[in-house]
């Protein structure tokens, strides 16, 4: 079984700032995980992603994300947070014991505020 | 199309009638996938296709739910009897092969029902 929790459902950062967005896992395989950005009224779009290569991903717009499998977390970072970024995040997990959809399992989201 | 196109955007009905939302995947995608959001309940996986055919529908919350694919392409999600509860935004995806763990997923913007 899989799980994933995002450890803060609220984020507000100043602009120019730093952004951290936590994500913690459980799987009982080897695990893929994903990070999508939800803007308002728009759909989701993957940030990057971790399929077992390096364990440091980037993605697009300036975001990053480091696998520790020790720690079981995936956080997102951004060095510098723009008005843009605000929006709802998701983590989201995936095992592949053989394939088939009930494998992907999305936290709960966290809102990113950014404030000027 | 170059994407995810989901219709209609949003969807207001009463209470005890029928509803169908429409998905037309990027076109060439083999799997494709149906997700309910509400709020504070985050994202929800209902159902998948792999061409016509989905393997799995222990995910649909209700007999009153039901999807179907043609032609390996649009899919349709339909509620019948739709209830208040059935409120929510219900997003698409599609992916070009059916391994969720290795495979990025592409959403649709959504269908915002409202059921009063």
């Known amino acids: 079984a899989q799980s994933v929790t995002q450890l803060d459902s609220h984020v507000s950062v100043s602009e120019g700032t730093p952004v951290l967005l936590r994500c913690n896992y459980s799987s009982s395989y080897s695990p893929s995980l994903f990070w999508y950005v939800q803007h308002p009224n728009k759909g989701l779009q993957l940030l990057l992603k971790y399929t077992s290569a390096a364990t440091l991903v980037k993605g697009i717009n300036g975001f990053e994300a480091e696998f520790k499998k020790s720690e079981t977390s995936f956080h997102l970072t951004k060095p510098s947070a723009h008005m843009s970024d605000a929006a709802e995040y998701f983590c989201?997990?995936?095992?592949?014991?053989?394939?088939?959809?009930?494998?992907?399992?999305f936290g709960k989201g966290t809102h990113l505020i950014i404030q000027p | 199309g170059a994407g995810v196109s989901q219709s209609p955007s949003n969807k207001v009905t009463e209470k005890g009638k029928d509803v169908e939302l429409r998905c037309d995947p990027i076109?060439?995608?083999?799997?494709l996938y149906w997700y309910r959001q509400s709020l504070g309940q985050g994202l929800e996986f209902l159902i998948y296709?792999?061409?016509?055919?989905?393997?799995?529908k222990s995910g649909l919350p209700s007999d009153r739910f039901s999807a179907e694919r043609t032609g390996g392409s649009v899919s349709t999600l339909t509620i019948q009897r739709t209830q208040q509860e059935d409120s929510a935004v219900y997003l698409c995806?599609?992916?070009?092969?059916?391994?969720?763990?290795?495979?990025?997923?592409?959403f649709g913007a959504g269908t915002r029902l409202s059921v009063l």
């Open positions: 989201v997990v995936s095992e592949d014991p053989g394939g088939g959809a009930d494998g992907l399992t």
């Open positions: 296709f792999q061409g016509n055919s989905a393997p799995d």
């Open positions: 076109s060439g995608h083999t799997a």
């Open positions: 995806a599609s992916s070009s092969y059916p391994r969720i763990a290795k495979n990025i997923q592409y």
